[in-house]
T-cell receptor
């Protein structure tokens, strides 16, 4: 069975500081991993995804994430936070690319302090 | 390309009433999903359609929830009768085929009072 754990339901960073949002997963097979962002009163938008190949994945808005199999982690980072990054971030895992068995974490709310 | 359209954006109903949500996926997307997102939680899959057939409805409370996707395009999710715990955002998503990189709609925020 798959599951996703996002450590820290709320994260606050200063504008210009490093953003680090943590995600750990459990999966019995090589996973497909995703990060989504949700702005207030909007749907989820795909930030980036890992399927196969390079373990460092670059996404939109300057975000990137690294798949570390040994740590079962897929942490999201951004070198310099911007006010517009304030949103809810969800990590998700799937065991295949059929769209079945697709699980979201409980989310991390990012606050950017001016 | 146009995104996934959902309506209404907001709905307030009393418990035991009925409600329906509508979703129009991106043109050409064969797979359509309905998710329930309760405040403070991640989205939970309710039902997945492939064209007009149901692929997965294992987490759909079938005693009160129903969904259909006529002609493999638009979809409607219905709740009858609603309970207080149904208060949530209902998200529709679609993908070209079952797979990663869904496109989500903006959701319908349901409040049951």
């Amino acid at each position: 069975a798959q599951s996703v754990t996002q450590l820290g339901s709320h994260v606050s960073v200063s504008e210009g500081a490093l953003v680090l949002l943590r995600c750990n997963y459990s999966s019995s097979v090589p996973p497909y991993l995703f990060w989504y962002v949700q702005y207030p009163n909007q749907g989820l938008q795909l930030l980036l995804k890992y399927t196969t190949g390079a373990t460092l994945v670059k996404g939109i808005n300057g975000f990137e994430a690294e798949f570390k199999k040994s740590e079962t982690s897929f942490h999201l980072t951004k070198p310099s936070a911007h006010m517009s990054d304030a949103a809810e971030y969800f990590c998700a895992v799937s065991e295949d690319n059929t769209g079945n068995q697709f699980y979201f974490g409980t989310g991390t709310s990012l606050t950017v302090i001016p | 390309e146009a995104g996934v359209a959902q309506s209404p954006r907001y709905k307030i109903i009393e418990k035991r009433q009925s409600v329906a949500f509508w979703c129009n996926p991106i043109s050409g997307h064969a797979t359509l999903y309905w998710y329930q997102q309760i405040l403070g939680q991640g989205p939970k899959l309710l039902i997945q359609f492939q064209n007009n057939g149901v692929v997965d409805d294992s987490q759909l409370p079938k005693d009160r929830f129903s969904a259909e996707r006529l002609k493999g395009v638009d979809s409607t999710l219905k709740i009858q009768p609603a309970k207080l715990e149904d208060s949530a955002v209902y998200l529709c998503a679609s993908s070209f085929r079952g797979g990663y990189g869904y496109t989500f709609g903006s959701g319908t925020r349901l409040t049951v009072v």
